[in-house]
């Protein structure tokens, strides 16, 4: 801790800054109390041209009155980062959190009115800075068919292997269920890159990773979303797919649901026809059982029996709504 602080000291130099006391709350972030309040200090691994990006992004975002973002510091020399020989770090005024996001009603309309907003302004804005390149259909159709292989290779090897475990047992019992919903995905993506092949989708400010751990309910009740180190500009359906995938299976694939977080949303930004169909194809691929057959893939043989309990019954779950699924992907095109 001590070769930590000393890092610090020299760190909070760049902005004029005294440090008073140093708390790590996770890996590579720390809160810091100086002479001039408190910060969120963290070190990240994103290139000098991607924090640049962010930085620009958030700094204008708050000058065009949108709150909910936290701007990063910038040093007395201008910069919105620090290179050192141990990493690249970022700074920004700390946010006290006064309750969990999952705790305020309707939550998950209001975070999506908030990223409507986003997406309007960063539309509005029509600048083009540099950061991560946005994320083709071709791109997502290829990811889809290495997925789908993916789990076509976990049933076959339960297919050969007698002794295979309670897990790869179950996707093979269920390869014909998820590959029929799967493929039709993929078919449906390509169909629909044929439909808007030269149309113009605009480009917003697509966060990427929106989920409650990076949203920060503060004093006054308002709304921080923090994390946007990988952030880049592509279609706004992005962060919508992201979104739905992650909480509508917690209520089971509501279509009423869904229609209503969405029209929370197309308060700030409405959708496009484009932009629904778009929505619709990114949201029939069973991404969430894609997910599970990776990360299995992914653990070494040795350690996969830790984690087949909770493998199978994710399996289980997000098999058993996968009709459910389908059938708000095909309602999500309607107004």
């Known amino acids: 801790m001590e070769l930590v602080e000393w890092q610090v000291k020299h760190l909070l130099h760049d902005y004029d800054l005294y440090l008073y006391g ?20 963290e070190k990240t691994g994103e290139h000098p041209t991607q ?7 958030l700094h204008y975002l708050y000058t065009q009155g949108v709150k909910s973002v936290v701007p990063f510091c910038v040093t007395k020399y ?26 305020v009603p309707e939550w998950e309309a209001k975070v999506l009115n908030e990223v409507g907003r986003i997406h309007q302004v960063s539309i509005q804005a029509q600048v083009r800075w540099r950061g991560y390149a946005p994320v083709s259909l071709e791109q997502i159709r290829q990811r889809w068919k290495n997925s789908i292989a993916q789990i076509t290779l976990i049933a076959e090897v339960a ?3 007698h002794g295979a475990e309670v897990f790869e047992k179950m996707v093979k019992r269920s390869i014909e269920q998820v590959l029929h919903f799967a493929e039709y ?18 480009r917003a400010l697509c966060h990427g990773r929106i989920h409650r751990r990076n949203i920060i309910v503060g004093a006054t009740g308002a709304f921080y979303i923090t994390r946007f180190e990988r952030a880049n ?17 917690r209520c089971e694939w509501s279509i009423r649901r869904g229609r209503k977080w969405l029209a929370a949303y197309e308060e700030e930004n409405p959708l496009t026809e484009e932009e629904r169909l778009l929505l619709s194809c990114y949201l029939l691929f069973p991404e969430r059982l894609a997910h599970v057959a990776r990360t299995y893939l992914n653990t070494a043989e040795g350690d996969r029996e830790h984690n087949v ?4 019954q994710t399996w289980q779950k997000h098999l058993r709504l996968l009709s459910e699924m389908h059938q708000f992907a095909l309602a999500i095109k309607q107004k």
Not at 51 to 57: D, I, M, N, T
Not at 243 to 249: D, E, G, I, K, L
């Open 22 to 41: 140093i708390d790590e709350m996770e890996k590579n972030r720390w809160r810091i109390e100086t002479n001039n309040g408190v910060f969120l200090l």
């Open 51 to 57: 924090l640049y990006f962010v930085a620009s992004w």
């Open 78 to 103: 201008g910069e919105p980062y620090i290179a050192t020989k141990y990493g690249m770090y970022t700074l920004q005024p700390w946010i006290d959190e006064t309750e969990a996001i999952w705790h």
């Open 159 to 161: 297919e050969q292997n």
């Open 185 to 202: 995905a993929v078919q449906e993506l390509s169909e629909a890159a044929v439909r808007l092949e030269g149309r113009h989708l605009m």
């Open 233 to 249: 500009l592509d279609t706004p359906v992005r962060d919508l797919a992201i979104f739905f995938r992650r909480y509508a299976p």
């Open 309 to 312: 309990q909770q493998w199978t």
